[in-house]
């Protein structure tokens, strides 16, 4: 249950703490005092956005802190999974810093968002004044009816199971994407492909063809370079081979006359030998350099072409373009082959498809059983609440399509009066019947669910009298089984709570703020008094307020 809620820096609020207690709990004050204003402030704790237009003071951070009792709940298993720290007395808090920035903590740990939607949503049902719309929401009709078959596990596995299906979905749409843009692509990559491919290119043949268009082109230069190398090396009267031999005579006389000189004489003999190979090497190189019109005109034609390839494609080098061309064979063969991954694709689909319908099948079987037994017990709570010819009826159809909770949609058909046809609720119940609707619904799925705590804010708008009356002993009666914070300004509800909560304005230090008060015995009459007789308090009215208070 709610302990106690402290607000700072909020809307019109300076410093104010709220406490609760159990049982049921009413909140009465003026309009404009400042009772929605804590609504949107208990909110906050709850998970709601927040933004720097709520701060009283636009230099100073919002505090709103929220202590919740926890005994005899089972909600260890939250904290354990979350690595929260579990206390039976939890504290929620939100603050909100001048730039705007958010955080969140349980028990002086942050939280995100939806770890704290999560966790209040274990704990406490808020119906805030505009929730009343929530009757012609698909999403809120099918989500009552599932929080009142209370098989969230079920619920869950479908949930992951259209988010499997789904997945899969996206998958094969972005295969189906892939494809259609291969097909509009292999035309044009199968021509590429094709120029590359008959171009025959190798990895260094720009290195040959320059080197072999460069003795091509000066063919004639490089014979007579080669025969004056010859001639210099061993034709003529004085060569270098020559002049070489002659040398290794005299080293050779020397040799004889001393031992020690043999190293002259072999390296001599040694470059001798090198210099008749380097001769036999040039001749032959010279002999194959031959003046070869044709082929020079085939080298520069391959040369030009690759040169051209390389500009087309913007590349640099040739192993570029065979890269190149090993991408482009990829892609014509994943374009050509691509049908056997868009039926492994969709066989996926279909797969988790067929999983889908199975637990939603049996979901919505679950649904409509308790479709039944939640109709009958809201149809007997709207009796109660001074509907005796009301009908409700929960109505199943199927959809078409998957949706995430299942291929269900739910209708609440509704009749207020005796023989008339039951229409779509939301567009048949008038303001107050559907305050009635809603409470019903309320109170039933929050003792369904067995949550420690249900908040009404002015649920009871548009009733009065023998209505009000009732309105307020169905409060009191689910205010046995758990907290209850209601709202309103019907003095009926009010003179049957427990607990009185007044919230009015205060000047301080010439400043409005909102103030809250636990009401006295005495102080509950006067102000049931005031609202009983619009602020006039006569002993008249006083009187009723007291009548009120001690009926039953």
């Not at 004489?265 to 194959?288: F, H, N, P, T």
């Not at 939301?426 to 409470?439: F, I, P």
């Amino acid at each position: 249950m709610l302990e106690s809620l402290t607000i700072k820096n909020f809307a019109i609020i300076d410093d104010l703490e709220v406490k609760f207690e159990h049982g049921f709990n009413v909140i009465t004050g003026e309009t404009g005092a400042g009772k929605s204003i804590m609504v949107q402030a208990l909110g906050l704790t709850l998970g709601d956005r927040a933004d720097t237009s709520s701060l009283r003071k636009k230099t100073e951070k919002c505090i709103v802190e929220l202590t919740i009792s926890l005994t005899n709940l089972s909600v260890q298993s939250f904290f354990f999974s979350n690595d929260l720290d579990y206390a039976e007395q939890t504290i929620i808090r939100r603050e909100i810093n001048p730039e705007g920035k958010s955080r969140a903590f349980i028990n002086d740990t942050p939280v995100n968002l939806s770890i704290l939607k999560e966790f209040s949503g274990l704990i406490i049902d808020l119906h805030s004044q505009h929730q009343n719309l929530d009757a012609a929401n698909p999403v809120f009709r099918l989500k009552a009816l599932d929080q009142f078959m209370n098989n969230e596990s079920i619920v869950k596995d479908l949930e992951k199971c259209y988010n499997r299906f789904d997945q899969c979905k996206k998958e094969l749409k972005e295969l189906e994407r892939k494809e259609a843009e291969l097909k509009r692509n292999l035309d044009f990559n199968q021509f590429q492909w094709r120029e590359l491919e008959e171009a025959k290119l190798e990895p260094e043949m720009m290195e040959g063809l320059e080197l072999e268009q460069k003795r091509l082109e000066n063919s004639g230069e490089i014979k007579s370079s080669v025969m004056n190398a010859l001639n210099c090396l061993q034709q003529g009267e004085f060569t270098i081979l020559s002049n070489l031999n002659s040398l290794k005579g005299f080293l050779s006389g020397l040799h004889k006359m001393d031992e020690s000189t043999l190293p002259y004489l072999e390296r001599v003999q040694s470059a001798i030998v090198e210099l008749k190979d380097l001769a036999v090497e040039l001749d032959s190189y010279g002999e194959a350099v031959v003046d070869n019109p044709e082929r020079l005109d085939l080298v520069n034609e391959r040369l030009d072409l690759v040169a051209r390839l390389l500009r087309k494609h913007n590349l640099q080098t040739v192993s570029e373009l065979l890269k190149y061309q090993s991408h482009l064979e990829e892609a014509i063969s994943k374009a050509e082959n691509f049908d056997s991954e868009l039926l492994k694709a969709q066989a996926k689909v279909d797969a988790s498809l067929l999983e889908y319908k199975a637990l939603a099948q049996n979901l919505s079987l679950q649904r409509r059983k308790s479709a039944i037994e939640l109709s009958a017990q809201i149809s007997k709570t709207l009796t109660e609440l001074s509907m005796p010819d009301a009908r409700f009826e929960i109505v199943l159809e199927t959809l078409n399509e998957p949706g995430l909770l299942g291929m269900d949609q739910a209708v609440w058909m509704f009749s207020s009066n005796k023989g008339s046809e039951m229409k779509d609720a939301a567009k048949s119940a008038s303001g107050g019947e559907l305050s009635r609707l809603m409470l019903a619904i309320k109170s039933t799925l929050a003792q369904k669910a067995e949550l420690p705590t249900l908040i009404l804010d002015e649920i009871d708008t548009g009733v009065s009298g023998e209505v009000a009356s009732r309105i307020a002993n169905l409060m009191r009666s689910i205010s046995n089984k758990m907290q209850v914070i209601a709202i309103t300004h019907l003095p009926q509800v009010a003179a049957r709570a427990h607990h009185h909560l007044f919230v009015y304005k205060d000047e301080i230090k010439g400043k409005t703020a909102t103030q809250i008060k636990n009401l006295t015995s005495d102080e509950k009459v006067y102000t049931l008094a005031a609202m009983l007789s619009d602020g006039n308090l006569s002993e008249a009215a006083l009187e009723n307020a007291r009548a009120l208070i001690n009926s039953k």
